[in-house]
């Protein structure tokens, strides 16, 4: 459904425009219970005592939302609806995703 405000309501009644929820929660509630040495271990394919749950549960949530993306752009059979769809996710990726691999990169190369 595109209602002519902008905002697009996905398959499962989810408002695609709320986007700064879903950044707020993969980086605040996601992100930041990864353990510094989840990524050493994986990296290094390392067998420690704690494992990378954090890591592990972080990248499934991404692999997720990746399939939900899909999923609504190759659900949407009008092309108009399919190409405006695909122009919000671009904006939501440009507007949260953009500036946190930023944040990403000058994290680790610190």
Not at 26 to 45: A, K
Not at 52 to 60: D, I, R, T
Not at 73 to 88: D, G, P, T, Y
Request: one cysteine or more.
């Amino acid at each position: 459904m595109a209602p002519s405000d902008g905002n697009y309501i996905d398959s499962y009644g989810h408002l695609l425009t709320n986007s700064g929820f879903i950044f707020t929660y993969l980086v605040l509630f996601c992100y930041r219970q990864i353990e510094s040495t989840e990524y050493v271990d994986d990296l290094f394919e390392l067998k420690s005592r704690y494992g990378v749950p954090m890591l592990s549960q972080f990248a499934e949530l991404v692999n997720r939302e990746m399939f939900w993306v899909v999923t609504e752009v190759c659900s949407e059979h009008n092309l108009v609806r399919r190409s405006k769809i695909i122009k919000q996710f671009i904006k939501i990726a440009r507007k949260y995703l953009e500036p946190f691999s930023v944040f990403l990169s000058h994290i680790l190369h610190q």
